[in-house]
């Protein structure tokens, strides 16, 4: 029966829609540009391919790039009063096209819709059959969100988890180099003139561009890594990488293991675990309620992200994170930078020195992060 149900995860699969995503460091960059030539490359090809939903900001050149390509039309969305437009999920699971644009993939959808996110309307798609070319800024990933922030000063709402880039089966980059992004915007290019100076002193600054520059980069060479290390066959077998993130209640350093292990384990297409050992001190009737609700939205985090996320009440910690490393062969572990002095932790801590030398007997790693 196993051998069945397995057969049948692979018909599922061998079904389902290839997913293009267009990358780039920062809105302007030409990703729905490369979307709409690519559109038109598969039409003249004979390809059935639709705009299931595009955002041209009314730039000249990229809009006109928009004649000749069938649509299909937006729906219509009544909420607080106001008429929303949001592209239409039913149609175009209706329409069944081969392939299907769709722009924005971070976008929150309007409330009543059928999901909360565009990359879930994404997902549905590619699960019926219909393969999809869509687009992304570095600074939407869910695993850098918090980076980001550090580098522009501005908070991004709107993220997708790194699954969906696991899904894609093309991953492009489409990059600038921080001067021709500049010239593009002084030139009117991204934004309209009223907008301009307040884009220069902001967001489009050049330490900042080549920043998220290099981040995009790097993230789509890992994607690369990852689809080698899928798809070429290896000669050697090196040792499967997994990763155990531990976190207290403490809510930023937990965040940061988390978001840190995410992208360890994404680098290494490995398998990645967060454990949280609750203590006697740590019982809810002993904690904050803001501290267990920061808690709880941490682990929801570790989940969305791709983590198998295990609680365990123990006062023995440190035992309990080698009972768990060795029974779920973990390769690697991560922790928070501690709060004094990791000389007197390491030297002054009986429970700690266990870890380390339990470590050196299996071989594993110890990631401290800052």
């Known amino acids: 029966m196993e051998n069945v149900n397995e057969f049948i995860a692979l018909v599922k ?43 041209t900001h009314l730039r000249k050149e990229t809009h006109a790039l928009l004649d000749g390509l069938p649509v299909i039309p937006r729906k219509k969305i009544f909420y607080k009063a106001k008429e929303l437009e949001e592209m239409d999920l039913q149609a175009i699971l209706n329409a069944h096209p081969e ?47 918090g980076e980001v922030e550090q580098i522009t000063g501005v908070p991004v709402t709107e993220r997708i988890p790194d699954k969906i880039l696991e899904l894609a089966d093309e991953i492009v980059n489409i990059d600038l180099t921080a001067d021709e992004l500049l010239t593009r915007l002084k030139e009117g290019k991204i934004y309209r003139e009223n907008k301009i100076e307040q884009a220069l002193n902001n967001f489009f600054q050049s330490e900042k561009i080549l920043q998220l520059r290099e981040l995009a980069l790097k993230e789509v060479a890992h994607q ?7 798809e070429v066959p290896k000669q050697v077998k090196l040792r499967q990488e997994r990763f155990l993130a531990c976190i207290s209640s403490n809510p930023d350093t937990a965040r940061v293991v988390i978001r840190k292990t995410a992208r360890l384990a994404s680098y290494y297409h490995s398998p990645w675990l967060v454990l949280y ?18 808690l709880l939205n941490n682990l929801k985090l570790a989940t969305e992200l791709g983590a198998e996320v295990i609680r365990i009440k123990s006062d023995e910690i440190t035992k309990t994170i080698i009972q ?8 690697t572990i991560c922790i928070g930078k501690p709060h004094f002095n990791l000389f007197q932790l390491i030297w002054r801590t009986n429970l700690f020195n266990q870890l380390l030398k339990a470590m050196a007997a299996r071989d594993t790693d110890l990631v401290i992060l800052s």
């Not at 267009?22 to 598969?42: C, D, I, N, P």
């Not at 690369?224 to 899928?230: H, I, P, Q, S, T």
């Not at 203590?279 to 009737?285: F, I, K, L, P, V």
């Open 13 to 55: 699969k061998n079904r389902r829609g290839k997913l293009k995503i267009y990358m780039g460091m920062s809105a302007g960059v030409g990703k729905t540009y490369r979307m709409l030539q690519e559109a038109h490359a598969l039409l003249a090809s004979g390809v059935d391919v639709r705009i299931g939903y595009i955002e």
């Open 224 to 230: 690369v890594e990852r689809k080698v290390n899928r």
């Open 324 to 331: 768990l490393a060795t029974a779920r062969e973990i390769t």
């Open 277 to 294: 050992v609750q203590s006697t001190h740590e019982q809810a009737d002993k904690i904050k309620l803001d501290k267990q609700r920061y």
């Open 99 to 145: 392939v299907v644009i769709v722009d924005e993939l971070a976008h929150t959808n309007a409330e009543g819709s059928k999901n909360a996110k565009r990359w879930q309307d994404v997902y549905d798609i590619l699960e019926a059959g219909i393969s999809v070319i869509s687009a992304v800024n570095i600074q939407h990933l869910e695993s850098i969100n």
